[in-house]
Each structure stands twice: as C-alpha cells, then as structure tokens.
C-alpha cells in the first residue's frame, strides 16, 4: 500500500537562484498539496544527521558541505501514490538524463548541484518529514 505524502527539499543552489517560487508553483500544478512549508539553514551538525544513510559512500562530505551552503526549502507534499508521482515530477539525479520539463531538467546544475531531493520510498518519506516536522507542524 502506497502512502499520500511524500517530502521534499529545494536545495541551496536552487533557493539561491531564486527557483523556490517556481518549484513550488510546479509542484501545486501537479496535484500536490503543501501540507508543511519552511526556509531554514542546516547546521553541519543537521545535514550530517539527515544524510547519515550516505555516510559510507564518497560523495557524504560534499553533500553536506553543500547541503550547509545556503538556506533550504523544506515541505511535506500530499497527493495519491505521492512518491512515486513526485520522483516522476523531479526527474531523474542527473539533470542530463532528466525527461524535459522535469524539476531537474529545468533547475538543477548537475548531479551535486541537484535543485531538489525527493523521498524514495514512503518509509523514508515518513522519517524525513518527521525530521523537520512535528504532526502540529503539518495541516
């Protein structure tokens, strides 16, 4: 059984180049509702923490050196069958290899200069909304 929400992250570079407005306008066009929206800046502590699962593979310490650079978007979106839909939405990691009009495609620079991170399973969807959300957070 599939779950309805799903969580995401507009990433630094992103916020930085003004892309969040456009991000969140094309996510709401796509049939999701924003249940729980915020800007924040991670701490090192914080992003080493979240991207803890990455700890082993080379790229752990760029991805959070650059997931510290710069304030973040952080929301939990609601839709039927909502990772699946918004891992279709965002495109594939590699920017080059996302279909057109994807987020990807049209926002991130390149594979560690993603626009945005997406849930890949509804169990990880779960604990990362619950990371940065408390159910009093969410409506």
Do not use: C, W
């Amino acid at each position: 059984m599939t779950s309805n929400i799903t969580f995401t992250i507009i990433k630094p570079l992103a916020v930085s180049k003004g892309y969040a407005g456009p991000i969140l306008n094309k996510i709401s066009e796509s049939g999701f509702k924003i249940t729980a929206l915020k800007m924040l800046q991670l701490t090192q502590k914080e992003a080493e923490t979240f991207y803890e699962v990455h700890k082993e593979r080379p790229f752990y310490n760029d991805l959070v050196e650059f997931m510290v650079s710069g304030p973040i978007v952080v929301g939990v979106l609601e839709k039927e069958n909502a990772v699946e839909d918004y891992r279709q939405l965002i495109g594939a990691t590699d920017p080059a290899k996302a279909e057109e009009g994807t987020i990807r495609k049209l926002y991130a620079d390149s594979v560690q200069a993603n626009a945005v991170h997406g849930s890949d399973s509804d169990e990880n969807a779960a604990i990362e909304a619950s990371f940065f959300f408390s159910a009093s957070d969410r409506f």
